[in-house]
């Protein structure tokens, strides 16, 4: 099947890149990051919420477009090309998906429009160890009539420095590892008991770690129904890995360019490195690595806009094949550029910090692998 973009896709994703390109580029970006703005920047985060783009998911009744999985994505990919530190798949993405599929009427009607206007953003919080493990979540939640109490504590939290609300895996009955017994609840950043441990990141897109000393969350914040989050959480979770790995796609396809300008220009031995046949084999196998990994996210984000019955398997596909070759383009940055890559003055070495932080987010090549083999029967 051929995926080819609407007008209108097409349109917002030039958009997109001219924001970025504009307003977020990577001259910005060091020059937030030699100011310890440590991934907050919320005057840019307001700009993009104005220009709809917070809203994408969101159905209009609440003020969004809805205008699908397919569009969020070309912007995902434009702020991956820059880097950008947005709350954009945390929130546009991952807290919508998540309100979207398990909220009731009201918590739609309450919390859709607030992060439409850009008023809110959100962070998932589900990993409690240093690997993507979601079913071995152990911390506990405790039914006190009207309402849960919360013991535990929470890793890595991506926007959680930055989060106005977290959207939280806590286990109400079973054991760890078991998917049965998993409940999302709502946790306001003030919320008393809760303890934001602010990261700084090697990325620089910033992170935090959670504590819940006793904190009580009200029946009417449980998202989705008690016991039964697993059948939120794991589509969220695709929904995840297939915003981010059309992230990591435009991370992947500005290294490359950068790279490949590099070989244009840069002399050795009185020639033109990109004259040496080994360079051009390296740079051929990015470059057919990037275009494969790009049908694999037009297929899942498609997938997800239809409404598929393979959207997990395509969402562990999409990430794996983006971690592979996030991986692969950031490391052949770094060596092509020689000595000058591995210097802070110039800008390659962003990209192979971003990309170790977006392979393990979420689940890395491995274990995505193993997920794609499992959900198809091997």
């Not at 349109?11 to 970006?29: G, H, I, N, V």
């Not at 709809?52 to 205008?67: K, M, N, R, T, Y």
């Not at 969020?72 to 798949?89: D, I, K, M, N, S």
């Not at 040496?276 to 037009?298: D, G, K, N, W, Y």
């Amino acid at each position: 099947m051929t995926f080819v973009l609407t007008e209108e896709q097409n349109m917002l994703k030039e958009a997109a890149r001219d924001f970025t390109a504009e307003q977020l580029s990577l001259k910005y970006f060091r020059e937030k990051r030699n100011a310890g703005a440590n991934g907050k920047d919320p005057e840019s985060w307001n700009s993009m919420a104005e220009m709809g783009w917070a809203g994408v998911l969101i159905p209009e009744e609440f003020g969004g477009s809805e205008f699908g999985y397919v569009g969020l994505g070309q912007v995902l990919e434009a702020q991956g090309r820059t880097l950008a530190p947005t709350p954009l798949l945390q929130t546009a993405l991952i807290g919508v998906s998540a309100i979207v599929l398990g909220g009731s009427d009201e918590q739609k009607a309450t919390l859709l429009p607030k992060i439409a206007e850009g008023k809110i953003t959100t962070a998932l919080a589900v990993d409690e160890t240093a690997h993507h493990t979601p079913a071995n979540t152990s911390l506990k939640a405790v039914a006190t009539g009207g309402a849960f109490t919360l013991e535990g504590k929470k890793t890595f939290v991506a926007n959680g420095h930055f989060a106005d609300l977290f959207i939280l895996v806590a286990r109400t009955s079973g054991e760890p590892g078991d998917t049965n017994g998993l409940t999302l609840f709502m946790i306001p950043r003030e919320t008393d008991g809760l303890t934001v441990t602010e990261l700084n990141t090697l990325d620089y897109h910033g992170a935090a770690n959670l504590t819940l000393d006793g904190v009580v969350v009200p029946n009417a914040d449980v998202l989705g129904p008690v016991d039964g989050g697993w059948a939120i959480l794991e589509p969220v979770l695709d929904r995840a890995c297939i915003g981010l790995a059309a992230e990591m796609l435009g991370s992947s396809e500005a290294a490359f360019e950068m790279t490949h300008e590099y070989l244009q220009t840069r002399k050795q031995f009185g020639q033109l490195i990109g004259s040496f046949q080994s360079l051009q084999h390296r740079a051929a196998i990015m470059f057919s690595e990037m275009e494969q990994t790009r049908s694999c996210i037009a297929a899942a984000l498609n997938a997800l806009d239809q409404g598929s019955d393979d959207i997990s398997e395509l969402a562990s596909l999409a990430k794996a094949r983006a971690s592979k070759l996030v991986h692969l383009v950031s490391n052949e940055t770094i060596q092509m550029h020689g000595g000058i890559g591995m210097t802070d003055e110039h800008d390659s070495g962003f990209y192979i910090k971003r990309a170790r932080v977006q392979e393990a987010l979420y689940g890395g090549e491995g274990y995505h692998r193993e997920r794609y083999a499992d959900l198809l029967g091997f």
